[in-house]
Structures are given as structure tokens and as C-alpha cells.
């Protein structure tokens, strides 16, 4: 069975509770099997927006099956969300 893979995009590296965010994201992938790779926008939603864009616009056989972020905001996520439907 394939293993899952997760993207989860957060907003800057540089506060406590983002970073603590990553650390509790990357503790439940080990415990479920999961493979995570984190992302830091800093504080740029248009480079949030890009970030998860490469991901999903990818070769299928490299697309992430889940992707979880805190969003910054900005007028772009609602087409990257389009894009990941």
C-alpha cells in the first residue's frame, strides 16, 4: 500500500507557536506512517499560494494526498483551491 504523503504550509518560521505547529504535525505523521513535508510562507501569501501550487500542479505520481495549511490570506488561495479540486 502506498505510504501517505501530507503538505502542510504555515504561515512564518520565525513564531514559537508555527514552529511548535510543525513539531506536532511532524510527531503525528511518524506515529500514523505518514510522510510530511512542512512549508514556511514568510508572511507572503502570494508565496504560500505559488508553494502549494507546485504541489498540486505536479506529476500525479508526486502530488501530496493531503495538504493542510494555515492560510495568510489573500486572494489567491480560492484558485489554488480550485486548482487542488
Known amino acids: 500500500m502506498k505510504r501517505l504523503r501530507v ?3 504555515l504561515i512564518t518560521q ?3 507557536f508555527q514552529v511548535e505547529q510543525a513539531v506536532a504535525a511532524e510527531e ?3 506515529k ?3 510522510d510530511v ?3 514556511y510562507a514568510d508572511s ?3 508565496q504560500q499560494s505559488q508553494q502549494i501550487l507546485k504541489f498540486v ?3 500525479p505520481g508526486a502530488r501530496p494526498d493531503a495538504v493542510i495549511l494555515e492560510p495568510i490570506g489573500g486572494p489567491a488561495l480560492p484558485q489554488v483551491a480550485r486548482a487542488a479540486v
Do not use: H, K, T
Request: aromatic residues 0%; charged residues 30%.
Open 28 to 30: 503525528a505523521a511518524r
Open 7 to 9: 503538505v502542510v504550509s
Open 32 to 34: 500514523l506512517g505518514v
Open 14 to 16: 520565525d513564531n514559537d
Open 37 to 39: 513535508e512542512i512549508l
Open 44 to 46: 507572503d501569501s502570494i
Open 57 to 59: 500542479q505536479a506529476d
